[in-house]
């Protein structure tokens, strides 16, 4: 974890299962896991917290708790994740191509990693500077959210491309495929509820907030790819948030609520995937050479496994998330948070 754990054994153990608990929820959503985390961490050890005078260890065990709420949201979302499947198999081209821009999307953040992470985990680790993303990644993604940061103009006649292609009801109409029907397939919502189903690599268009919310994940371009990407990088920066960090952007080049909460989870496979095989290989090279002691290993497998059980809890989350949320709750929330950090950090 970004703070470290205490130095008694048992009272490592349980900050880490704690902070796996919490971790679950905190990822689901845009505020910031290492952040809370880190408060959580700090409450339990009454700021008694060791700093992390082993950076890498530290990051190791924020992964593994990274990949634990990975694996149990996987399992919470099979639904959605096995329409994907069915949708790229309906339409291998746009599945391709979607993988493409994917796999372009992610390119900057694997870059930054190899290239600066060291560096971050060093300079970017302490109280005040996560405080500072959790503050100005908020401010972004509220901005962006409510159309006062743009990187990409939207305007009416995306809205009526839309509405000529059966995928965005005018203002004040109901849907015309009716509810349980997927936006341009027909295909019955397996959930029941009234809406569209869908997402990067399916023949829907995925869930859309109101008429005229913004484009669909279908539009985007190789200029968006690389836009996302970098705003994802970002999220190196702890406190920053990698999902609040990639819907702030999506809504800043003007998709939809909805199909911003898609691509971020899209996106979220290779990087969180990429960063733990990264940190698994240097942990694994570490214990080899004696340099990391085998105690230290028991936190980090206790924080992987509470946080697969609390990510698998925090799934009616995520699937929110994929629906549309406003942004502007989450950037206040973000401000509570940072507070709280400064609040309860250990006395100099």
């Not at 899209?266 to 090279?285: D, Y």
Request: zero cysteines; a positive charge; hydrophobic letters at 45%.
């Amino acid at each position: 974890m970004p703070s470290g754990l205490p130095d008694h054994p048992l009272r490592s153990l349980v900050a880490a299962q704690l902070a796996g608990l919490v971790h679950g929820p905190a990822e689901a959503l845009p505020v910031s896991s290492s952040a809370h985390v880190r408060v959580v961490t700090q409450v339990v050890t009454r700021g008694r917290g060791v700093a992390p005078g082993d950076p890498e260890l530290a990051k190791a065990t924020e992964v593994a708790a990274h990949a634990g709420t990975l694996a149990g949201l996987t399992l919470g979302l099979r639904v959605e994740i096995r329409q994907v499947l069915r949708g790229a198999a309906a339409d291998p081209a746009r599945a391709a191509r979607t993988a493409g821009l994917i796999t372009l999307a992610s390119a900057p953040t694997a870059l930054a990693a190899v290239a600066f992470e060291r560096r971050i985990e060093q300079r970017l680790g302490s109280d005040e500077t996560i405080a500072i993303g959790l503050v100005v990644g908020g401010f972004a993604m509220t901005l962006a959210d409510g159309g006062l940061l743009r990187l990409r103009r939207v305007g009416g006649r995306a809205l009526a491309r839309d509405v000529e292609r059966g995928e965005a009801a005018p203002t004040g109409e109901a849907d015309p495929a009716g509810a349980g029907a997927a936006r341009g397939t027909g295909t019955p919502d397996p959930s029941g509820a009234t809406g569209t189903t869908g997402g990067p690599g399916t023949t829907g268009a995925g869930r859309r907030g109101p008429a005229g919310d913004g484009r669909s994940w279908q539009d985007a371009t190789i200029a968006d790819a690389l836009l996302l990407g970098l705003a994802q990088a970002t999220a190196l920066w702890p406190g920053v948030s990698r999902s609040g960090a990639v819907l702030g952007a999506a809504r800043a080049l003007g998709f939809g609520r909805g199909d911003a909460g898609w691509i971020s989870a899209a996106l979220a496979g290779p990087a969180v995937g990429g960063a733990t095989a990264l940190k698994t290989v240097r942990l694994v090279q570490r214990v080899a050479a004696g340099t990391v002691p085998r105690a230290a290993l028991l936190p980090l497998g206790a924080v992987a496994v509470t946080s697969a059980l609390s990510g698998r809890l925090a799934a009616p989350l995520a699937r929110r998330t994929l629906e549309g949320v406003r942004l502007a709750p989450f950037g206040a929330y973000r401000l509570l948070v940072a507070g709280g950090l400064l609040a309860t950090r250990p006395p100099r």
